[in-house]
């Protein structure tokens, strides 16, 4: 047994023996966080059309000596711990044997979103994180981050490409509704409790390490564009707020966030260097790092680095403000900046480049794959690689965790306006419903076929969009927040004809004043079932909502706001912290 494989020594002293015995290749696959996909019977993928990834399983474990991977896709809890298993065990074999990191993007809610999130499906179902920050309990969210964890530690995951703590102070961005809102001092309460809740008091082997995102802050994109985009890579500051954005992370530091993630936004018009965050020293290396007091991995955004296709489109690589520079340029530059690794990247090879041309020391490359290495001894993955899959089976979506679920979703609903429509009586009215399954709410009434023979409607709404042409920018949805012409048209009519409550998906902030002063009650949701949302217009469970964001009278208001100001659109519909209770 060498030293950095006896389990009683502490893992500096592990890593002090470990790191001499790398070769340089090895190293470099350190420094790459990559994707993997699975095959739904557990096997890992060993054949790629390179529609959506370029490398099969054993080319970026045997091969590039790749080490840390986050599973994009949803999948039943047997078979992802199947597949942990069987990934763990290439890494076993070879030649020092480092285990894998396994991540995820969110997978406890209801937004489905290759690039940032994904549903449920086998895991319990919470609501969004605007949903917790509409119910504002720190310990409720603790509750859910341990759950999270004993879930993410069931089938493998031991790093959480979460929790989103970017202020939602621009109402058009698409990522919203992964952010507890926008406001500032919400938001660090909450961080503090969900990191505790991953990580425990200090990282350790039953932890899963918190990647707090997106470093400083990816609220004030201007118009509301995503910097996923070249379109959108321009992130402003005109209302000078510039530090308000910054306090989440001072909290998430100070609760022990084990990595963090910048954001692929360039800053324009501030002193800061107008390059994109993950090339960005003065923020990285100086505000993060040595301001701050930041000691742990710093893992940039995926996608600086290489083109790639995604579902067969092309993409380039999102190196904004610095786009003329080449692969191995952008990626010493990345370094220099103080990141430790490149999320979403395979190119190993540029890393031993870049050190045998002399351009970059290995003493540098030393220092972050030290980090990496650290952790990985911390969260004890070279003791206990291996997950139960009979026990993940058992754990992941567990009664009790889908019961603990399911009542915040019903506690984060938010009753904007009730004209004495809500509670619904019981005895069984004739229900109308739009968007509502028909078997569930017959449990509540009678369910009818048109607004004409019912006594109330029930109808469930989504924030309005912009359809984009691309396959993937069609997934982050931006642009108009109103609803308009014949869509409008039709919806107050139905208003109108029959007492409604109407219940709108508020994964952005909608432009809603004339349903508001249509609707004979209104509630908005953050990811919450029929079942929920009928138990509270029944009366079965209380709502305790408020307002995580303002909601803004018209698109003129929104377009007038300064995107890095919270809630700035003028008269808005609701103002935020807004929620009656019945």
């Not at 502490?10 to 470099?28: F, G, I, Q």
């Not at 030649?95 to 086998?122: C, E, K, M, Q, W």
């Not at 301001?291 to 995604?310: A, H, Q």
Request: charge should be negative; hydrophobic fraction near 40%.
């Amino acid at each position: 047994m060498h030293p950095y494989q006896d389990p009683g020594l502490d893992p500096d002293r592990r890593v002090d023996d470990l790191l001499p015995r790398m070769t340089l290749e090895e190293k470099a696959g350190q420094l790459f966080h990559d994707m993997l996909m699975m095959n739904p019977d557990g096997s890992p993928v060993t054949e790629t059309d390179g529609s959506m990834l370029p490398f099969t399983t054993p080319e970026l474990i045997e091969g590039k000596h790749l080490t840390h991977f986050n599973l994009l896709g949803t999948y039943g809890a047997r078979e992802m711990a199947v597949w942990a298993n069987r990934v763990q065990e290439m890494a076993a074999g070879t030649r020092l044997g480092i285990p894998l990191s396994l991540s995820t993007d969110p997978r406890h809610s209801f937004t489905d979103n290759v690039g940032a999130s994904f549903n449920a499906g086998a895991f319990s179902a919470w609501p969004e994180p605007l949903g917790l920050a509409a119910i504002n309990d720190p310990a409720l969210v603790e509750q859910f981050a341990d759950i999270v964890r004993r879930e993410y530690l069931a089938v493998g995951f031991r790093v959480a490409l979460h929790p989103q703590i970017d202020l939602a102070t621009e109402p058009r961005w698409s990522r919203q509704n992964g952010t507890f809102g926008s406001d500032a001092e919400v938001t660090g309460a909450l961080v503090r409790a969900y990191v505790r809740g991953l990580q425990g008091e200090r990282l350790g082997p039953d932890s899963v390490a918190a990647m707090v995102k997106h470093f400083p802050g990816g609220g004030p994109q201007k118009d509301g564009e995503d910097p996923h985009f070249a379109h959108g890579k321009e992130q402003v500051y005109p209302g000078g707020m510039r530090d308000l954005h910054l306090e989440p992370f001072k909290a998430a530091i100070a609760a022990g966030a084990s990595q963090m993630m910048p954001y692929y936004g360039q800053p324009v018009g501030t002193d800061w260097e107008e390059v994109g965050f993950g090339f960005n020293k003065g923020v990285v290396q100086g505000l993060l790092r040595d301001e701050l007091g930041f000691e742990g991995i710093v893992c940039t955004d995926w996608g600086l680095l290489t083109e790639s296709r995604i579902f067969g489109e092309p993409h380039p690589a999102r190196a904004w403000g610095v786009e003329h520079l080449s692969r191995p340029e952008l990626a010493a530059k990345s370094l220099d900046a103080g990141c430790d690794q490149f999320g979403g990247e395979a190119c190993p090879e540029v890393i031993v480049e870049l050190v045998r041309s002399g351009r970059v020391s290995e003493e540098r490359i030393d220092v972050s794959v030290r980090r990496v290495l650290r952790e990985k001894f911390v969260l004890g993955l070279f003791d206990r690689r291996y997950v139960d899959v009979d026990l993940a089976a058992e754990t992941v979506g567990r009664a009790d965790f889908r019961a603990a679920g399911e009542a915040a979703q019903r506690r984060s609903l938010t009753v904007l306006a009730n004209g004495g429509l809500l509670p619904l009586p019981a005895g069984r009215p004739k229900l109308y419903v739009e968007n509502v399954d028909p078997a569930l709410a017959a449990g509540y009434g009678e369910v009818v076929a048109t607004p004409g023979e019912a006594d109330f409607a029930v109808v469930r709404l989504r924030t309005p969009y912009e359809e984009r042409a691309n396959k993937f920018e069609s997934f982050f949805h931006s642009g108009t927040l109103a609803f308009e012409g014949a869509e409008l048209t039709r919806i107050l009519a139905l208003l109108d004809a029959v007492p409604t409550l109407v219940c709108i998906n508020l994964e952005r902030a909608a432009v809603i004043p004339e349903i508001a002063a249509h609707a004979a009650a209104l509630i908005a949701d953050f990811g919450a079932s029929d079942a929920a949302l009928l138990d509270v217009a029944f009366g079965r469970a209380k709502a305790e909502g408020r307002l995580p964001f303002e909601l803004p009278r018209s698109m003129a208001a929104v377009e007038a706001a300064r995107p890095d100001v919270p809630n700035d659109t003028e008269n808005p519909v609701f103002p935020h912290g807004h929620g009656l209770r019945l």
